[in-house]
């Protein structure tokens, strides 16, 4: 790696941005990538604006002097509150070279290819719900769609406390879709609009009528992340490809590595990043 070039960063504030670099890697396997989650400040999907922005921008500056030409929010509340704000006012300032990318937008810009009844739901934290993100961006790609939103605010929790799979996440999941499918009965495609969620899919599906797709951010944001590099071959040549994975965390690592592991399907060793 020369010292014009350098790995690319993908920041969660938790452990859900693991599912989103999971399918980065399976796409793109030949870069460097540096994973840093947040725990020691999550959940963001709670906080105001205004924190979820200081904290991401802080973030996002660690891996700026990483080394990252590249970053990617693999977070939906991150993305919903920080990242206009981070593209338009601080990177001017801090590296006009330098770009941060979201998860949203990867989502919005197909969603519409999915849906039949044009009547779609997002599943998200209370913070992504509140921000409107969804219902503005699908609108901009696909203004014949109809955005159905329901926020989720126990399902982080049953995730990362292990319990996604219990009997007891039956109730919640349950309870929440109930809750979006009474809004529409024509609802046919729904985005998981957390990193999170992937990991209750399948007792998603088992609660969800027949025919409604499940979308999940990780496969679509790889793929973007993919002709994103393509189109901007500028920017692949300052990503350096040595195939390596380094993750930092803001909270103790050995939970971190413990948790980190079933989100990113393999062994997984952090390191601690002091704010």
Known sequence: MNSRQGPIGVFDSGYGGLTVLKEIVKTLPQYD??????????PYGIRSFETVYHYTLECVQHLFRMGCHLVVLACNTASAKALRTIQQNDLPNIDPERRVLGIIRPTTEVVGQYSRSRQVGVF????????????????????????????????VPLVENDEYDSEGADYFINKYVRQLMVQSKDIDTIVLGCTHYPLLAGKLQAHLPPGVTLLSQGGLAAASLADYLQRHPEMAAKCSTGGGRTFYTTDDTATFDRQAGIFFGEPVSSIHLAL
């Open 124 to 155: 998200g934290t209370t913070g992504t719900v509140n921000s409107q993100s969804y219902p503005i961006e699908i609108e901009k790609f696909f203004p014949d769609v109809q955005v159905y939103q329901q926020a989720c605010p126990m399902w």
């Open 33 to 42: 990538y540096i994973y840093l989650g947040d725990n020691g400040r999550a």
